[in-house]
T-cell receptor, first 112, second 117 residues
C-alpha cells in the first residue's frame, strides 16, 4: 500500500519567509509525528499527533514553529520567519498504536 | 530521561565480512521498545526491527541478527556476510511506553556503515 508522503521534497526559501510542509500519513494510522534531521543535531522529535490533537509538542524549538492535523489525516508543519538554523530535513512518520513508526522521504529545507 | 548511545560513528568493512553495530540505551522505565532503522543514501528511514523490553530472545532475519541484553542495556545489531547494499546509516531508537502508547522515538546519532567491494 501507499507509504507516508511528504511535499515538497525540496524547499529553498529566503530568511524571514514563512514555509509550510505537508505530510500524508499511511491510511488508518492514528498517530503522526514530525522529526527534524540535521548534521549537528541528528534526529530530533518535534511534535506528535493522536488524531487531530497534539499531546506532545515538547520538541518544537520556538514559537515560530507550529503544526496542525485535520481529519485525522494530513498534517502541516509551518515555520514562520525562517532562520538559517531552520535548514534541515523535516521527516514525518505515522504509526498504529504501540507499533513502529513508518517514515516519509522528508522535505529538505534550505534557508538562504 | 532517556538516551540512546551509538558510540561507533563510522565503520568500514570489506564485502562478506561480518559487522556488529552497537547500541546502548538508558531509561528509568521498565516497559519500553527498542528499534533499528536503516537510512540508505536515498535518505528514507526504513524500519528493520522492534523489540519490547520483556522479550530478550535474540532474533535472526536472514543475514541480520539482533542481541538484546537488559543486563547491559544493549541492543546490538549484526550483519553477517555484509554486502555493498548494506551501506547506509543505521539508527537505534528507544520508545518509553509508560509515557504514552504512541510516545516519541529517541534516536542515537547513527552509525555510518560502508561496505567496500
Amino acid at each position: 500500500g501507499a507509504g507516508v508522503s511528504q511535499s515538497p521534497s525540496n524547499k529553498v526559501t529566503e530568511k524571514g519567509k514563512d514555509v509550510e510542509l505537508r505530510c500524508d500519513p499511511i491510511s488508518g494510522h492514528t498517530a503522526l509525528y514530525w522529526y527534524r534531521q540535521s548534521l549537528g543535531q541528528g534526529l530530533e522529535f518535534l511534535i506528535y499527533f493522536q488524531g487531530n490533537s497534539a499531546p506532545d509538542k515538547s520538541g518544537l524549538p520556538s514559537d515560530r514553529f507550529s503544526a496542525e492535523r485535520t481529519g485525522g489525516s494530513v498534517s502541516t508543519l509551518t515555520i514562520q520567519r525562517t532562520q538559517q538554523e531552520d535548514s534541515a530535513v523535516y521527516l514525518c512518520a505515522s504509526s498504529l498504536e504501540f507499533y513502529e513508526q513508518y517514515f516519509g522521504p522528508g522535505t529538505r529545507l534550505t534557508v538562504t | 530521561a532517556q538516551k540512546v548511545t551509538q558510540a561507533q560513528t563510522e565503520i568500514s568493512v570489506v564485502e562478506k565480512e561480518d559487522v556488529t553495530l552497537d547500541c546502548v540505551y538508558e531509561t528509568r522505565d521498565t516497559t519500553y521498545y527498542l528499534f533499528w532503522y536503516k537510512q540508505p543514501p536515498s535518505g528514507e528511514l526504513v524500519f528493520l526491527i522492534r523489540r519490547n523490553s520483556f522479550d530478550e530472545q535474540n532474533e535472526i532475519s536472514g543475514r541480520y541478527s539482533w542481541n538484546f541484553q537488559k543486563s547491559t542495556s544493549s541492543f546490538n545489531f549484526t550483519i553477517t556476510a555484509s554486502q555493498v547494499v548494506d551501506s547506509a546509516v543505521y539508527f537505534c531508537a528507544l520508545k518509553n511506553v509508560l509515557t504514552g502508547a504512541n510516545s516519541k522515538l529517541t534516536f542515537g546519532k547513527g552509525i555510518t556503515l560502508s561496505v567496500r567491494p
